[in-house]
């Protein structure tokens, strides 16, 4: 978990006291350990010396090396900027399989009322023809 790493990495072993040091509640550094998440931009910030792509992805190195610091920063706009534009997409997924799903419900509904009324009139015409 990168919250572990990054912790151990600065030697702090209290969430309390990375939570102070990140301006935030002890409460919210919990939770982002329980859903194994966290405010990449915040740890960027705080934590200058981490290199953005590893916050972001968990990979390449750990620390940012000293010619890289400005490129590190290009890159981590450039991924976190991709980073929204993705999760912008992802929404407007969601809307449309949302929108989908509406549509397929009342399509199903229309076929099983058209079930409903051939099975009506077939009946009809057994009954006429019998009687």
């Known amino acids: 978990m990168i919250i572990n790493e990054i912790m151990k990495h600065l030697g702090i072993k209290k969430n309390a006291d990375f939570a102070k040091m990140l301006g935030i509640t002890p409460q919210s550094l919990c ?68 929108r989908l799903t509406t549509e397929n419900l009342k399509q199903v509904g229309t076929i099983n009322q058209l079930t409903k009324e051939n099975v009506a009139l077939k009946n009809n015409e057994t009954n006429r023809k019998a009687g």
Do not use: Q
């Open 31 to 98: 939770n982002w350990k329980k859903r194994n998440t966290f405010n990449p931009e915040l740890i960027y910030t705080k934590c200058e010396i981490f290199n953005a792509e590893w916050l972001l992805t968990g990979e390449g190195e750990m620390l940012k090396k000293e010619e890289e610091k400005e490129t590190s920063e290009n890159k981590y706009i450039e991924v976190l900027e991709e980073n929204r534009k993705l999760h912008n997409r992802n929404n407007e997924l969601s809307a449309e399989v949302a």
